[in-house]
């Protein structure tokens, strides 16, 4: 049974942590509607595991992992209708990897063009900062396979930035 | 620069670009437990379970935190100290001055104003008793396609400005400070040595961030004393007058910085204060690291994590590790504490019922009073001060 001091401190932690695991969301399905959607979820879980959250875990972690693993069952439902991207679009333009921050729209098609395990992982690791080990236990896989994923995402995005993509777009809305 | 640096960097600036909007926690809370009541009576009956899904799905939620705004009555206050924006309007204590520029970088109060980071690397200077002002600079503003000015920080007992601009001449940063209020930069670009950036694989010394890494200390006998941070380390740079400047590594960067304080976290969570020199003042937990030192570094702010003060805001003393707490006004949680001029801390303070509705609150970190300076439709859009 959760107590109304527990309800309080939900809401407290729910308000303060909901902008950054919403980006994250964001980042790792590339849609702001099924992201809110499934960190919303996540969050129903928090709540319902929230008296032995509170007390023992660190809660923002917890809620990181729920999502991730709401994102990774999202993924697993749709991979059936799903076709893997096996080609890269033709060139339109030269991008510099000396730019400090790329075109945003440019990040975006190259996320969208990863693989769902791999897009996480570069989620986690770069904007997360998680560890390899750390992101292991939140994907619930080796940490090798994290280090294999990584290595072969940042190939492919360093791919898709140097020769641009043909159908920039941002975050679906 | 690598690839990782590239993926690391551009996925900040997509994470800056979202403006997510709160739901009402309440209505997750709710969707839960209607959630449980519709499986105690599942046995009786399954169309209770669904109609509860029904009741509250996602969408549900949507239009929650998309509501109306405010019905109840606040009371609000003044503090002179208080420096906050919305809407393009700036705030400073009980005065409002419309903005021509929007605000891009941190927005940090000054003695006599306030200044901020507006589009295209230009920095807005606004005084309390006159027209805003961009502030000039005989170095490249901000060369197309090149990495925006750094900062700005400001001192708010001076009133100067320090801005870290890239410089295409030399391929690197150098250090601007200013004195808006009398309308001088004082000295010309001081370029910072080689070993300040270029660390060995770290092509990108700020690490995206591009508030963080400076914390401006002011005037200290006829120099001037501006703390900057990058990836890895921390450099004490005294600029002077003339345009020279020099620097020397302070060691591992910390959490944050003034002159007289370091502030540092563990992985365990635990906030440790020290000297600049590394010694020990003290050290405290169940406190999250995200209010930041006060100016002058007596206080250190932030949310607290001590089940026993949750939903609090906790004022820790530097010098001796005691934690007081500031409750958030009635049927609010505190968010993003930060500090404004001397010891003004502000938060923002959500709504429970009436989310994303809020008060800016501004309190007094040495009496603990607090005053709401303002109660405002979407907390979401106000910009609190940086020191």
Not at chain 1, 4 to 10: A, L, P
Not at chain 1, 144 to 153: L, P, Q, S
Not at chain 2, 369 to 377: Q, T
Request: aromatic share 6%; with cysteine.
């Amino acid at each position: 049974m959760v107590s109304r001091r527990q309800d309080e401190q939900f809401d407290a932690f729910m308000t303060a942590s909901w902008p950054s695991l919403y980006r994250t969301a964001v980042l790792m399905t590339g849609d702001t509607h099924l992201a809110e959607d499934l960190l919303q979820n996540a969050m129903g879980k928090v709540y319902k595991s929230w008296h032995r959250v509170s007390q023992v875990e660190h809660p923002r972690s917890y809620a990181r992992a729920i999502l991730a693993n709401e994102v990774a069952t999202w993924w697993r439902r749709r991979s059936s209708s799903e076709l893997p991207v096996e080609t890269w679009p033709e060139p339109t333009s030269a991008v510099g990897l000396d730019d400090q921050v790329v075109n945003a729209d440019l990040m975006w098609e190259a996320l969208s063009t990863l693989p769902a395990r791999q897009r996480a992982v570069v989620v986690l690791r770069y904007y997360e900062d998680l560890s390899g080990a750390e992101i292991a236990r939140v994907l619930d896989i080796s940490e090798g396979a994290v280090k294999t994923h990584a290595h072969r995402a940042l190939r492919a995005l360093e791919t898709a930035l140097t020769t641009g993509a043909g159908n920039e777009r941002g975050p679906q809305a | 620069m690598n690839i990782e640096e590239i993926v690391r960097t551009s996925m900040d600036q997509l994470a800056r670009e979202l403006q997510p909007t709160v739901p009402n926690p309440a209505a997750v809370r709710a969707r839960v437990n209607r959630s449980r009541r519709a499986r105690s009576i599942a046995v009786v009956g399954l169309a209770a379970a669904a109609a509860a899904a029904v009741v509250f799905g996602v969408s549900d939620l949507r239009d929650h935190s998309s509501g109306a705004g405010p019905t109840h009555s606040v009371e609000l206050g003044e503090s002179a100290d208080a420096v906050w924006m919305m809407d393009g309007v700036l705030h400073i204590g009980d005065q409002a001055y419309p903005q021509d520029k929007e605000i891009v970088t941190a927005l940090v109060p000054t003695k006599n104003g306030a200044v901020y980071g507006a589009p295209g690397g230009q920095i807005v200077y606004q005084p309390a008793d006159g027209p805003a002002q961009v502030i000039s600079t005989d170095g490249d503003a901000n060369p197309p396609g090149g990495p925006t000015p750094v900062g700005p920080a400001a001192d708010p007992d001076s009133d100067l400005v320090a801005i870290l601009r890239w410089s295409t001449a030399d391929g690197r940063y150098d250090l601007y400070i200013y004195d808006p209020a009398r309308g001088r930069q004082l000295g010309t670009g001081m370029p910072l040595g080689d070993d300040t950036w270029d660390l060995p694989g770290d092509p990108n010394p700020f690490g995206g961030d591009l508030l963080a890494p400076i914390y401006w200390v002011g005037p200290n006998d006829g120099e001037y004393t501006v703390l900057i941070r990058n990836r890895q380390q921390l450099w004490g740079k005294y600029a002077k007058g003339d345009g020279s400047a020099s620097g020397l590594p302070l060691g591992k960067a910390p959490l944050d910085a003034t002159l007289d304080v370091l502030a540092d976290v563990d992985a365990d969570g635990t906030l440790t204060f020290t000297t600049l020199d590394r010694k020990p003042l003290s050290s405290v937990d169940d406190v999250e690291p995200d209010g930041g030192l006060s100016h002058d570094g007596v206080y250190f702010a932030g949310l607290s994590a001590d089940p026993e003060h949750s939903g609090a805001v906790a004022i820790v003393d530097t010098n001796t590790g005691d934690v007081r707490y500031i409750d958030p006004p009635e049927g609010t949680v505190p968010m993003f504490p930060s500090w404004s001029r001397g010891h003004t801390l502000m938060f923002r303070a959500p709504l429970l019922e009436s989310a994303p509705s809020g008060l800016v609150v501004a309190c007094d970190a040495d009496s603990l009073a607090c005053v709401n300076v303002a109660e405002v439709d979407d907390i979401n859009q106000t910009v609190l001060p940086r020191i």
